[in-house]
């Protein structure tokens, strides 16, 4: 069986190691991979943006199934693509990605649809929403409507701060497009939570959650970034929230997609805050969470290949999905400097026996030699009985892998054992 993954990150090395357990499954290729995944993947340097390339690359090469990892390809239809070249996917269509790659439609669809979420307005005005930010309560969140690699979101303490971002936003358009509207939210407080599900547009069957650090630096200090690393499960994520978080928000999401016409089929990503009030979704992602894949999937016991198939057939309700009993820590170790500017080229070493515990994000394959091209350049991911032992292992395994000017976190679950 031949399988084509789309992207070339950190997540999508966790999807092709776990996709290469399936005995069924011959090849893979890595649409455009990287210099890591090319150890587990036969990469392509095609674009993960280039839908026309894409397509004819799975019809000439016979690919029985495809998976589109990242979130722009979705956005931009690949899966509706895919499809209609005969090639199954997993992933949502664009009108169903549109859950992350519109906040207003986003938030717009909660509010419709009583799904507990944070107060918001809309304005596609940079004055009203000056004039907002003026008066509203302080800190408030600022986001661009549209997808900006993660970085849409501005937290601002001050109401010169608030009307700083919305110039940035919508004047200056430093997220392009993507500033043509913005989400002005109230900021809500607790500890947050991430659950990926998968859904087949009828069920959902939740993943373990898990826990991600977005700061820079230890403490939670320092600019925010793309994940410094997860632990999994979160503790914070009792049987009851849980449970809540089913009736309240995982299923009604779902229910209210098949009602507007736009059925979700994929990786459904609730990044959810647990408020006094209970819990509300921050934020919708209409794929896998980067670094969440990386712990999360390693604690599935169920083929992958497997529940994928049967959330494209919508057959999920009919497919057991079983989860460890275990935890699992992952270190992201990333350039010194990221998330601002960073040195690239140095050469990565990593024991042959940490290869299938390594999920690779930002490294290039030059004459033989692994070297760091990326801000987060490792995922380093250790999985044991308990979550203590699963942070000192994967700390451990951090110590024997070296490039220079190698940074992370030493705190990576601290939070989560404090609980």
């Known amino acids: 069986m031949k399988i084509l993954v789309v992207g070339g990150g950190g997540r999508e090395h966790a999807i092709i190691k776990k996709l290469r357990e399936n005995p069924a499954v011959d090849t893979i290729y890595a649409l455009p991979g990287n210099g890591g995944i090319a150890a587990d993947a036969t990469c392509v340097a095609i674009g993960a943006k280039d839908i026309p390339a894409i397509v004819d690359f799975a019809v000439s090469h016979a690919v029985d199934y495809a998976v589109v990892a990242p979130d722009d390809p979705l956005a931009l239809g690949a899966v509706d693509a895919l499809e209609a070249a005969g090639i199954p996917s997993f992933g949502p269509t664009a009108k169903a990605a549109r859950i992350e790659s519109s906040k ?11 799904i507990p979420t944070a107060q918001y307005e809309v304005f596609g005005d940079a004055a009203a929403a000056r004039e907002y930010v003026a008066h509203c309560r ?21 109401r010169e701060e608030a009307a700083a971002a919305v110039d940035s936003i919508m004047t200056d358009r430093v997220f392009g497009d993507s500033g043509s509207q913005v989400v002005i939210e109230e900021f809500l407080e607790g500890p947050e939570v991430s659950v990926l599900s998968f859904t087949d547009g009828h069920v959902v069957v939740p993943m373990i959650s898990s826990m991600d650090h977005k700061r820079a630096l230890d403490g939670d200090q320092g600019l925010n970034t793309g994940g410094m690393g997860t632990i999994a499960p979160n503790p914070f994520y009792t049987p009851e929230v849980a449970e809540r978080c089913m009736q309240e928000i995982f299923l009604p999401t779902v229910a209210a997609m098949q009602d507007l016409g736009c059925p979700f089929k994929g990786c459904l990503y609730f990044g959810l805050m647990l408020t006094k009030d209970g819990p509300k979704v921050i934020e919708y992602n209409c794929r896998f969470g980067d670094p969440e894949t990386q712990v999360v999937l390693p604690l599935l016991k169920t083929d992958l290949l497997t529940v994928m198939q049967a959330v494209t057939n919508e057959t999920l309700a009919q497919t057991p999905v079983e989860w460890s009993s275990g935890a699992a820590c992952c270190v992201v170790m990333a350039s010194a400097g990221y998330p601002g500017a960073y040195e690239k080229g140095h050469a990565i070493t990593i024991p042959a026996d940490l290869q299938e515990c390594v999920y690779v994000a930002g490294a290039a394959l030059q004459d033989g030699r692994l070297l760091t091209n990326g801000g987060r ?39 989560a054992l404090e609980v």
């Not at 207003?104 to 009583?114: D, E, I, P, S, T």
């Open 138 to 158: 302080i800190p408030v969140v600022i986001k661009a409507d549209g997808l900006a690699l993660g970085k849409g979101v501005i937290i601002a303490q001050t």
């Open 377 to 415: 350049v490792l995922g380093v991911t250790a999985v044991a009985d308990t979550l203590p032992q699963a942070v000192q292992e994967a700390y451990a395994r951090v110590e024997r892998i070296h490039f220079d000017s190698a940074y992370y976190r030493h705190d990576i679950g601290r939070r």
């Open 104 to 114: 207003v439609f986003a938030k717009n669809l909660m509010r419709c649809y009583g």
